[in-house]
């Protein structure tokens, strides 16, 4: 029996873990050529990937508007067709992008570009309604973010969306959103063994809010991967904020850092990719991670985790006193 979380206040249920979409949009590109995709795709490996997720009970599909320029949207709407009412789809609103040049031309957080957002990705994917609509600016202030709520709540209203959230790393804008906004059901933030971010968590038990963990494999560095990336992922081209690694390497530090909770996490037979899932899934009752796959044996590898469930307490234990010390402090 596949394992389920409710997606918070929402009451919706989801399998405990998602697929993270981002990788399957392929290229996109900022003005100034940094790369903000995971380089070229091949969708029909992406339609059997989404497949094979589903065959393992995933049943929560995370994209965006601009994953892809919309590419990631488009493909996901494929390979749901005619099983759109097996799954819960979540995608996000805020940055703009051209999706016939693959280019991110700046954030919008105007009510009026959330609309058009959404109508534009109901369109990709190919249904009537999102079922969770997500703020996709991290670091917007919390008056402009809080101008939103009307706009949200007339879109739930009117059987758009479901229920919305926030794609933030800050636990005071998540307290002032949920506070704010009745529909309000879950924070998208960064979440792994090796960052954790324990206000946040903190926050999704107060307002009752899912925790999806985004990163959670820590963009491909806990599933040991070496080789090194190309410079039309973002990997490759690392923007300051994405530590873990650098000029297509993994991060020395943190490689080594993985190399310390190796045996803890795959105590049990786990592979480092399903221990670090187990790991999340033993944090909270409230996390969903959602680690991206775009091939078929990703997709079998990250989510047997959902039968193996969260890490057993001797080796979660084992794994919070080997990184006590070297944690970093959360984002505040």
Not at 101 to 122: H, I, K, M, N
Not at 205 to 234: E, I
């Amino acid at each position: 029996m596949t394992m389920t979380r409710e997606l918070g206040r929402s009451g919706i249920e989801v399998s405990a873990i998602g697929m993270g979409c981002w990788a399957i949009g392929g290229p996109l590109w900022g003005d100034d050529g940094q790369p903000f995709g995971w380089g070229e795709v091949d969708d029909d490996e992406s339609v059997a990937t989404i497949h094979a997720a589903l065959d393992a009970g995933v049943t929560l599909f995370d994209t965006a508007s601009n994953y892809g320029a919309g590419h990631s949207e488009r493909v996901l709407g494929r390979a749901l067709a005619g099983r759109r009412d097996r799954v819960v789809i979540a995608t996000k609103f805020g940055n703009r992008a051209d999706e016939a040049t693959r280019r991110w031309f700046g954030a919008d957080p105007s009510p009026a570009y959330a609309v058009q957002s959404l109508e534009e990705s109901l369109r990709r994917l190919a249904t009537d309604h999102v079922d969770l609509f997500q703020l996709h600016i991290n670091e917007l202030s919390v008056p402009v973010a809080l101008d939103l709520i009307d706009t949200l709540e007339d879109l739930v209203a009117q059987g758009k969306i479901r229920a919305y959230g926030w794609s933030t790393d800050h636990p005071d804008s998540a307290e002032a959103f949920a506070k704010a906004g009745a529909h309000c059901t879950a924070i998208q933030h960064d979440q792994s063994v090796l960052r954790d971010n324990a206000p946040m968590l903190a926050v999704c038990d107060a307002y009752d809010l899912a925790a999806l963990n985004r990163g959670p494999l820590a963009m491909g560095l806990l599933t040991g991967a070496q080789r090194t990336l190309g410079r039309d992922d973002v990997r490759g081209l690392t923007p300051e904020w994405l530590v873990w690694f650098t000029d297509g390497r993994p991060t020395p530090e943190w490689a080594a850092r993985v190399e310390q909770i190796r045996a803890a996490l795959t105590a049990d037979g786990r592979t480092l990719a399903q221990g670090a899932l187990g790991w999340l899934l033993a944090r909270s009752p409230r996390t969903v991670p959602i680690p991206g796959a775009r091939t078929v044996a990703q997709a079998e590898e990250n989510f047997a985790t959902l039968a193996l469930g969260p890490l057993p307490a001797d080796a979660f234990a084992e794994v919070e006193r080997l990184l006590a010390d070297l944690r970093p402090t959360p984002v505040m």
